[in-house]
């Protein structure tokens, strides 16, 4: 791999050499020393930029209509109380923000993200990692494993929620008549309805969906390491989970800090399970902040000033969090190396 | 004491690749865990499909996998009732506009961040990848007020041009990697012969990246198959919604029949399931690919 690069480093150089020489020697020759060469240069240079331009410019004019000005328009509005509709709105200065802070199913809907957060960070990661170690070997049917484990993934949370919906339906779903037939009858219940299931019951589809991309990326980092390694400390004499702790996991740590940063973010903006199988309640127990902050926007008493305010709010708590945890990540592998 | 090195195709190291292969008694227990898993991934899509086959008398009577008699009624009633074949047709519509809108528009401007030189290219493609990694949630707001300033609300490009948008980065990351990859000569010989940079995107560059405007391409269709919030944001016209909104509200009418509602749920899940199995190599690698982004 690197030696190739190397190589194509080296004949990229001395093309460039050739490149530079070969048109500047042409073209002297020809205006027999009439044209500098570096004026006929720059404009093909410019010719260049000028299709350089072309080439980006749809990909330019989507983003900046789609993304960059509406990003603006966020902040902006986050400091109004327009309501989506009317043709006036005033400035409000910070009202919003303090309205958020007073916003007790806002503060809510935050801390069930958390929940969901750490219960993904913990047991969808550690799953995955355990499944990922146990494929990762000449294994038999590894192939097959691979692809069976990422079949929930790829799945739409609409049609997740859906389905398991229909398993935790209370009176015949799969999941307490099962447990009726084996006995433990007293357990069945409303597992959606009953707000304090509710949130865990989502929480574990979550995980029942999002183990196979964990598993995918730890897969790759743990094929990343040679097996050289692993050998020379056999070799050493160091026992299984000697080279666990001390080669698997150090090894690994950049991939478990994107990971996580991933893990994060993905549950704190959950939404689609929620609104298909809950829609936030009962009451507000699995209100999460993308389904507060759409109801804020779209909602019976449209306020697209205050949900403007939460989005801004809520970006930038999950952009500090991941960008504290990466940069945590990588002084811990500075300080390795 | 499986994990063996790259040497191990060495004619020495044979017995081990053997023991590698022989079933020990943990290598039986860690089969047998890999295999629940794998059940646990599989068994609610069986029973979404086992359930689409049955009468509502059949699954309120208890739990059983096969059907008695396979109602595939079912399909039929699912796919004439309440316009579902429209969704199942809108969503193919808006897959097929942005794959075709993201692969353009992506590998164009990846050749050009990849290959050419201009003022403000590091910026630029900075600026992308700062959009690509920064959440932005709920940012279907400004986006539904964009939409309704360019009366674009309620539209099918509506959809389309912001969906298309929002597939941009990734896919541009991964096309502008496999550019630069690409040995130079190739294309130097081709300026040589007088060829324009287009000519030499188009008829060497281009063909060169087919794997990776495949991965590109699943991704995408993965990402707008089941896309679920913008939709729901910017279309009101029923006729309009694609599949996952349209299942929402699928749902809503016939909440109490359930082998109905799980024969519209496999049929919007299956063709999802057959593209996956067919490219499930390029998904992977795209996953991969995607998750070094940061």
């Known amino acids: ?337 | 004491m499986t994990l063996l090195s790259t040497k191990s195709s060495l004619p020495v190291s044979r017995p081990t690749r053997r023991a590698a292969k022989r079933l020990t008694v943990p290598r039986v227990f860690l089969h047998l865990g890999l295999i629940a898993w794998g059940l646990a991934s599989i068994l609610p899509l069986v029973w979404m499909i086992s359930a689409s086959l049955q009468t509502n008398a059949e699954i309120y009577g208890g739990v059983h996998l096969i059907p008695e008699n396979p109602q595939w009624g079912n399909y039929v009633r699912a796919w004439d009732q309440s316009s579902f074949s429209d969704y199942f047709f809108n969503s193919v519509l808006y897959t097929v506009s942005v794959v075709g809108g993201t692969v353009l528009f992506a590998s164009l401007s990846a050749y050009a961040f990849a290959r050419m030189q201009f003022p403000g290219k590091r910026v630029l493609y900075g600026a992308f990848l700062v959009f690509l990694f920064i959440p932005i949630p709920g940012a279907f707001i400004p986006l539904y007020l964009v939409l309704a300033n360019m009366g674009l609300l309620d539209t099918q490009l509506g959809y389309i041009l912001p969906m298309i948008n929002g597939s941009l980065p990734v896919a541009m990351f991964i096309l502008r990697a496999f550019f630069e990859q690409i040995p130079k000569e190739l294309e130097e010989a081709a300026f040589i012969d007088g060829a324009s940079r287009l000519q030499v995107f188009t008829m060497i560059a281009f063909p060169l990246a087919r794997p990776a405007v495949a991965t590109v391409v699943i991704l995408t269709v993965l990402g707008v198959w089941n896309e679920y919030v913008l939709a729901s944001v910017v279309f009101s016209n029923q006729a309009l919604l694609p599949l996952q909104v349209g299942l929402l509200s699928f749902q809503g009418s016939y909440f109490s029949q359930y082998g109905l509602m799980m024969a519209a749920t496999t049929i919007t899940t299956l063709p999802i399931i057959i593209v996956y199995l067919m490219f499930q190599k390029n998904i992977i690698r795209g996953v991969m690919a995607g998750a070094v982004k940061g």
């Open chain 1, 1 to 337: 791999m690197n030696s190739a690069r190397v190589l194509a480093k080296a004949q990229r150089i001395s093309l460039v050499e050739t490149q530079v020489s070969a048109p500047l020697a042409a073209g002297i020759a020809k205006r027999s020393g009439q044209l500098p060469g570096p004026r006929r240069f720059s404009r093909r240079r410019r010719a260049e930029m000028i299709t350089a331009y072309l080439f980006i410019l749809p990909t330019l004019a989507l983003f900046s209509v789609f993304s960059v000005y509406p990003f603006a328009r966020t902040v902006e509005l986050s400091f109004t109380d327009w309501d989506g509709l009317s043709r006036t709105f005033n400035g409000v200065g910070l009202d919003n923000y303090f309205a958020a802070f007073r916003d007790g199913i806002w503060w809510g809907s935050i801390w069930n993200g958390l929940i969901l957060a750490v219960v993904a960070l913990v047991l969808m990661q550690g799953l995955g990692l355990l499944l990922a170690i146990a494929v990762d070997r000449k294994l038999v049917g590894q192939t097959i494993y691979r692809t069976v484990f990422y079949i929930p993934p790829i799945l739409s949370g609409i049609v997740v929620a859906t389905i398991w919906k229909w398993l935790y339906e209370p009176n015949n779903g799969v999941i307490n008549s099962t447990l009726e037939s084996i006995g433990l009858g007293e357990l069945a219940q409303p597992w959606l309805g009953n707000p304090a299931t509710a949130l865990w019951a989502i929480s574990l589809v979550s995980i029942w969906q999002g183990v196979g991309y964990p598993f995918l990326l730890f897969l790759a980092g743990l094929q990343g390491i040679s097996g050289e390694i692993y050998e020379a400390a056999k070799m050493d004499g160091a026992s299984g989970s000697q080279i666990f702790r001390t080669i698997t996991i150090p090894l690994l740590r950049p991939v478990i800090g994107i990971v996580s940063v991933l893990t994060f973010l993905g549950a704190m903006q959950t939404f689609n399970l929620v609104i298909a199988m809950t829609g936030g309640g009962p009451g507000y127990a699995t209100e999460v902040p993308i389904l507060h902050i759409y109801r804020a926007a779209f909602g019976g008493t449209p306020d697209f000033g205050y949900a403007s305010a939460l989005s801004i709010i809520f970006g930038m708590m999950l952009f500090g969090v991941s960008m504290i945890s990466l940069y945590l990540t990588r002084r811990s592998r500075d300080e390795q190396s």
